[in-house]
């Protein structure tokens, strides 16, 4: 099972950011977003399509349907530059094994 | 919430084993029905998932490196433990470990990684 994220996505700080996820039927799956600053270990910041871990600002925010997840930053920061990766898992083997989207890059202009 | 900690050596000989070490503080890796994960990053790459396993013995691996690899939990430590056999210059990479909610779930917290280097 693919994954395809953009390499990256530029955007104006105060401004609206939109990740995006594809696969194959994703919706059928639950998605879930990962931050990586440089240097450090990637964070959670949506699981379950839409849902935000406690400590997770709620500029973030998840959707998931058809062949598109997106992640959805809004009010864009400075402190939002990082890689963001998308999850999931796939049934297509005899266990359930785990997915990662290659990743894009937040850049902040 | 746990705090996971990686350790192990940072530079390995090429065809020799890699070993790591996972320590869980503030929870215990037997309790409820939590997976526990190792996931690596090549330079400059994305996340390549090794395997996961469940403290009863339950284990599942990426079918690209199963016939290489190994994990296994000393619940009596409450460590999380990787090993990768035959390794290469490709297997260069940070190597984290995560808690995971369930199989079909996520994968918080995470370690804040180990460099392992291969190289003679």
């Known amino acids: 099972y693919l994954l395809t994220q953009p390499p990256s996505v530029p955007v104006a700080p105060g401004q609206t950011a939109t990740l995006t996820c594809g696969g194959d039927n994703i919706g059928g799956k639950t998605v879930q977003w990962y931050q990586q600053k440089p240097g450090q270990a990637p964070v959670l910041v949506v699981y379950d399509d839409s849902e935000r871990p406690s400590g997770i600002p709620e500029r973030f925010s998840g959707f998931n349907s058809g062949n598109t997840a997106t992640l959805i930053i809004s009010g864009v920061e400075a402190g939002d530059e990082a890689d963001y990766y998308c999850?999931?898992?796939?049934?297509?083997?005899?266990?359930?094994?785990?997915?990662f989207g290659g990743g894009t890059k937040l850049t902040v202009l | 919430q746990e705090h996971l900690q990686e350790s192990g050596p940072g530079l390995v000989k090429p065809s020799q084993t890699l070993s790591l070490t996972c320590t869980v503080s503030r929870g215990s890796i037997s309790s409820g029905s939590y997976y526990w994960s190792w996931i690596r990053q090549h330079p400059g790459k994305g996340l390549e998932w090794i395997g996961y396993?469940?403290?009863?013995?339950?284990?599942y691996y990426n079918p690209s490196l199963k016939s290489r690899v190994s994990i296994s939990i000393d619940t009596s430590k409450n460590q999380l433990s990787l090993k990768l056999t035959s390794v290469t210059a490709a297997d260069t990479a940070m190597y984290y470990c995560?808690?995971?909610?369930?199989?079909?779930?996520?994968?918080?917290?995470w370690g804040q990684g180990t460099q392992v280097t291969v190289s003679s």
């Open positions: 396993m469940y403290h009863t013995g339950s284990t």
């Open positions: 995560a808690k995971v909610e369930d199989p079909g779930g996520w994968f918080d917290p």
């Open positions: 999850q999931v898992w796939d049934s297509s083997s005899d266990h359930l094994h785990v997915v």
